[in-house]
C-alpha cells in the first residue's frame, strides 16, 4: 500500500466537497458537504500519521480532535437551519441574504 | 506480492469505489434523504480504510460519533425542516456549476501533482498498531492534555448553543385552548414570516 492513494483518495473527496457546497441549494446538504471535506481531512492526518510517523502516531489524536469539533459543528449548524427556516420559511440558500455582508 | 498485500489492495479498491460513489452521490442525488443515507456509506467505508491505515481506535470512533451521533443528527435536521420545495432554476445557473466544477478539478490537478512529485521521507519505526490506543491515550494526556481538556469544554458550548438557537418559544396563556386543537398543534409563538422577496431585492 502506498501513501499516495491515500492522498489521492483524500483529494478527491475534497474536491467533492468543495463542488457540494458551492453549487447546492439545499442548506442542509451544504452541511453534509462540509462533512464530506472534513473526512477528506481525517483521511490525510491518519495516512500521514500512519506512513510518516508511525511510532508516535499524532495524526490520530489529530483525528479525534476533528472527529470532535465536526461533531459540535454539526449541532451548531443544524441548529441555526432550524432557526433561519422558522423565519424565512425555506432552506434555499439563495434566498439567505442575512449574513452576507 | 504476498496474500496480505493482495487483500489490502483489492480492500482498498473496493472501500474507494464505495467512497468517490456515495459522495458523488450525495453532492448530486436530488432528493436530499437518500443523500443523507448515502452519507452515512461514506462514514462507514471511511473507517474501513481507518482500518487499513491500522487505526483501530479512530476507525470505531468514526463509526460511532459520525455514523451513530452526525449522520442520525442529520437526519432528524431532513425531518424537521421537511418541505417539499421545487427551488426555482437560477439565470445562468449553468454557469456557476461549470465554473465550480472547473476549479474543483483544477484544484484536485494541482494536489496530485503535488502528492506525486514530492518526495516523502517514509518512517521506518515500528508500526504502532494494537497498541495505538495507548499511544493515544498518553498523547491526550501528557503533551495534548490543554486541547482535550478545551474540547471538551468546545462540546459543552456547543451543547448550550445548540439548545438556544433550536428551541421554541412557549406562551404559557395560550396553552389553555380547546382539548381538540391542543392535541393537534405545538404551543409555539405566531411570529410572521420575514418577506424574502424585498429583502432580497434590496441586496439586488
Not at chain 2, 421537511?82 to 449553468?94: A, C, I, Q, T, V
Not at chain 2, 396553552?175 to 432580497?200: G, I
Amino acid at each position: 500500500m502506498q501513501l499516495q492513494y491515500f492522498l489521492l483518495l483524500a483529494a478527491a473527496l475534497f474536491c467533492i466537497g468543495i463542488y457540494g457546497l458551492v453549487t447546492s441549494r439545499n442548506a442542509v446538504r451544504v452541511l453534509m458537504s462540509i462533512e464530506l471535506m472534513l473526512n477528506a481531512v481525517n483521511l490525510n492526518l491518519m495516512a500521514f500519521s500512519n506512513f510518516l510517523d508511525s511510532e508516535a502516531i499524532k495524526g490520530q489524536v489529530f483525528t479525534v480532535f476533528v472527529i470532535t469539533v465536526a461533531a459540535a459543528e454539526a449541532a451548531v449548524g443544524l441548529a441555526i437551519i432550524l432557526a433561519i427556516y422558522r423565519n424565512r420559511d425555506t432552506v434555499d440558500m439563495e434566498q439567505f441574504n442575512l449574513l452576507k455582508w | 506480492m504476498n496474500l496480505a498485500q493482495g487483500v489490502q489492495i483489492v480492500s482498498f479498491g473496493l472501500l474507494t469505489l464505495m467512497v468517490i460513489g456515495a459522495s458523488l452521490g450525495v453532492v448530486l442525488l436530488p432528493n436530499v434523504v437518500y443523500a443523507a443515507f448515502l452519507l452515512g456509506g461514506v462514514f462507514i467505508s471511511m473507517a474501513g480504510l481507518y482500518l487499513l491505515l491500522n487505526a483501530d481506535f479512530v476507525a470505531a470512533a468514526q463509526v460511532l460519533i459520525y455514523v451513530g451521533a452526525v449522520n442520525v443528527l442529520i437526519l432528524f435536521a431532513i425531518m424537521l425542516v421537511n418541505k417539499r420545495e421545487d427551488f426555482l432554476p437560477l439565470k445562468r445557473g449553468w454557469i456557476r456549476k461549470a465554473a465550480t466544477g472547473m476549479v474543483c478539478a483544477g484544484l484536485f490537478a494541482l494536489l496530485s501533482t503535488m502528492v506525486l512529485t514530492t518526495s516523502w521521507n517514509f518512517s521506518t519505526g515500528a508500526i504502532a498498531g494494537n497498541d495505538s490506543i495507548i499511544v493515544i491515550a498518553k498523547h491526550f494526556f501528557t503533551d495534548f492534555l490543554l486541547p482535550f481538556e478545551l474540547a471538551s469544554v468546545l462540546l459543552l458550548m456547543a451543547l448550550v448553543g445548540a439548545i438556544i438557537l433550536a428551541r421554541r418559544e412557549f406562551i404559557p396563556e395560550e396553552t389553555d385552548m380547546p382539548a381538540r386543537d391542543a392535541a393537534l398543534t405545538l404551543p409555539e409563538r405566531p411570529r410572521e414570516l420575514m418577506s424574502v422577496s424585498s429583502s432580497s431585492e434590496f441586496n439586488r
